[in-house]
């Protein structure tokens, strides 16, 4: 099966919402190649970056299901790879 890389953005607007963000990032730990999460308490929200290399529905699945979180948004960019 084709995998692409992408890179999913997610804004937690929404501390509670963390715990669930990152139960659903293990749950698709075996796709991610790395990930970093910043702080921004001038805002008080919380700023993560995941980098995947898997089939483009499991990509799609994921950005979803992490905009699907109360007060969490997420967005894919995919290489051209």
């Known amino acids: 099966m084709d995998t692409r890389v992408a890179v ?4 937690v607007e929404k501390n509670e919402s963390a715990g669930a963000v990152n139960a659903l990032l293990s749950n698709y730990r075996d796709y991610v190649i790395g990930r970093m999460g910043l702080p ?5 929200i919380n700023c993560i970056t995941v980098v995947v290399d ?7 699945t994921l950005s979803g299901k992490l905009g699907n979180i109360d007060g ?6 995919y290489s051209n790879v």
Do not use: E, L, R
């Not at 999913?8 to 804004?11: A, M, Q, T």
């Not at 921004?40 to 008080?44: E, I, L, T």
């Open 8 to 11: 999913i953005g997610i804004i």
């Open 72 to 77: 969490v948004s997420s967005k894919a960019a």
């Open 54 to 60: 898997a089939p483009q529905d499991v990509i799609n």
């Open 40 to 44: 921004y308490p001038k805002k008080d």
